[in-house]
């Protein structure tokens, strides 16, 4: 039989690790984050090290005092993957899914307990999969770009 992830891990060191990757990411001190938000610096440390007292509010407190998506917090611990969060901490996308959802509610209201499971994992699936295509797409745009740039620069600095 095998045990679900999410149900058998450490929940408060996949959120000291999320923590800490977003803090280092953006190359800030525990000490600065302490004083972002407003908390003495041992409570900071006590927090990041997974040990509690880690509220919604610090959580949103943690968001702001980083520049980062404190939503990539919360979808680090769900899918127990810590780097997560500082991978999605300067576009906020775990931000913009979780708009997106409000939206979706707001829009069926109590029709969402309709939605086929098996559609909506279908058309999300087609979503990230066409998002991740777009961002390879432009990531080898741009560096194809950068090689013809440096091709030229080494043939201009040949010429002279």
Do not use: C
Not at 56 to 64: A, H, M, P, Y
């Amino acid at each position: 039989m095998s045990r679900s992830p999410l149900i058998y891990v450490d929940h408060g060191q996949l959120l000291s690790a999320a923590m800490k990757a977003v803090r280092r990411k953006k190359r800030l001190r525990s000490a600065d984050v302490a004083m972002r938000m407003d908390i003495p610096l041992r409570t900071y440390e006590h927090v990041e090290a997974g040990k509690g007292g880690l509220t919604f509010e610090r959580l949103i407190s943690f968001g702001k005092a980083t520049d980062s998506d404190p939503y990539g917090l919360l979808a680090a611990l769900a899918t127990a993957t810590p780097p997560l969060a500082a991978w999605v901490s300067d576009n906020k996308l775990a931000f913009i899914f979780v708009s997106i959802l409000r939206e979706f509610a707001e829009t069926l209201g109590e029709q969402m307990a309709e939605v086929d499971a098996m559609t909506a994992v279908t058309i999300l699936s087609q979503a990230t999969t066409e998002l991740a295509d777009k961002v390879r797409g432009r990531i080898e745009r741009e560096q194809l770009w950068i090689s013809e740039q440096t091709k030229s620069d080494r043939r201009h600095r040949k010429r002279r």
